[in-house]
């Protein structure tokens, strides 16, 4: 299957501070990814989704100026949460789909756990 | 709005009791249903990938299959290694988002 990578795998910070988080698809391009928040025994929220070369769609409830979101190549997405605080710690995971005719199978990445102090 | 109610919630199996998992769905106009695999702390893993009620597919142990209404997802024989929460999501419109039910923690003593 197609492979994602995050980094960093965790991440802990003051509460304050800006925190980035990138996603790679390695061996296929995406010109769509999708960023999922994931709480302790819940499951995948889609937050938004980022489109390269364009602005990023959020869903419902979730603040653009909080997490932002820049998909600057085929390759790479990165959300950066900015002014963390300790509500925003959890796992995040993105995803992606290879694409193709016929396929919308996302794989997702290894996830980055965020703990804010 | 879409739906995805998973059941049952937690799952405990001796090693080789074979079970089945269920996730039912209400959403208009189905892309796609996925199963998924997530151990602690990691990301999923795709197990499967289905398109249209009456289609099935195997990997291993694992059957998936889909109605007009639901999926299950069948495990035979399992081992300990098949521990796991195990997603369901929909695809619902070009888009491409994946709306994900609860999981079902599934725990194979050994």
């Known amino acids: 299957g197609a492979v994602v990578s995050q980094h960093p795998s965790r991440v802990i910070c003051k509460s304050g501070t800006s925190v980035k988080i990138e996603c790679r698809s390695l061996?296929?391009?995406?010109?769509?990814m999708f960023w999922y928040r994931q709480f302790p025994k819940q499951s995948l929220m889609l937050m938004a989704t980022?489109?390269?070369?364009?602005?990023?769609?959020?869903e419902q409830g979730v603040e653009k100026d909080k997490f932002l979101i820049n998909h600057a190549s085929l390759t790479l997405s990165t959300l950066t949460v900015t002014s963390a605080h300790p509500e925003d710690s959890s796992f995040y995971i993105c995803?992606?789909?290879?694409?193709?005719?016929?396929?919308?199978?996302?794989?997702f990445g290894p996830g980055t756990r965020l703990t804010v102090l | 709005e879409d739906q995805v109610t998973q059941s049952p919630e937690a799952l405990r199996l001796q090693e080789g009791e074979s079970s089945s998992l269920n996730c039912s769905y209400t959403?208009?106009?189905?892309?796609?249903l996925f199963w998924y695999r997530q151990d602690p702390g990691k990301g999923p893993e795709f197990l499967f990938t289905?398109?249209?009620a009456g289609e099935e597919k195997e990997k291993e142990r694992l059957k998936a299959t889909l109605t007009k209404k639901e999926s299950f997802l069948h495990i035979t024989a399992p081992k300990p290694e098949d521990s796991a929460t195990y997603l369901c999501?929909?695809?619902?419109?070009?888009?491409?988002?994946?709306?994900f039910g609860s999981g079902t923690q599934l725990t194979v003593l050994p």
């Open positions: 995803s992606a789909p290879p694409g193709g005719a016929g396929t919308d199978t996302q794989y």
């Open positions: 061996d296929f391009q995406a010109t769509t």
């Open positions: 980022s489109n390269e070369g364009s602005k990023a769609t959020y």
């Open positions: 959403v208009s106009g189905l892309r796609g």
């Open positions: 289905l398109y249209s």
């Open positions: 999501a929909v695809c619902r419109g070009s888009a491409r988002q994946l709306t």
